[in-house]
């Protein structure tokens, strides 16, 4: 029986016997592959995308330092917003002064018109120096 096996010549059953151990052969040696071909697709990928991050990266630190500068002039401009509400009573005494002024501008007026008229050349100055 012994003999019978190893000395077996039918070509069909040695055909079917290579090509299944080439099938066999070729898993193995993509299984055996594999994780060298994914690691291959990871670095392909990682070569292509780490310069379209590096980019972005400095876009964004870029964006950054202009949204830092934006909230800056921000502060700032609410800041100014504040101190002109703090200067309100200061205003409103401005303006009180310059209500009186003008008043006192026209009653000086007023009383310039009413006098006679000395000379048409003389002025305020004149007279004073």
Do not use: W
């Not at 592959?33 to 590096?54: D, G």
């Amino acid at each position: 029986m012994n003999k019978n096996m190893t000395t077996v010549k039918d070509p069909e059953l040695q055909a079917k016997v290579k090509k299944t151990t080439e099938k066999i052969s070729e898993n193995m040696h993509i299984i055996a592959n594999e994780p060298s071909l994914a690691f291959y697709r990871i670095q392909e990928h990682v070569r292509k995308v780490i310069p379209l991050i590096v980019d972005r990266r400095a876009e964004v630190v870029q964006l950054q330092q202009d949204l830092q500068g934006k909230c800056y002039d921000m502060e700032y401009a609410i800041g100014a917003v504040k101190d002109i509400e703090a200067a309100d009573e200061s205003l409103k005494n401005v303006q009180e002064l310059l209500k009186n002024a003008i008043f006192l501008k026209q009653q000086l007026k007023y009383v310039e018109s009413r006098r006679p008229k000395r000379d048409t050349n003389s002025s305020v100055y004149k007279r004073l120096s």
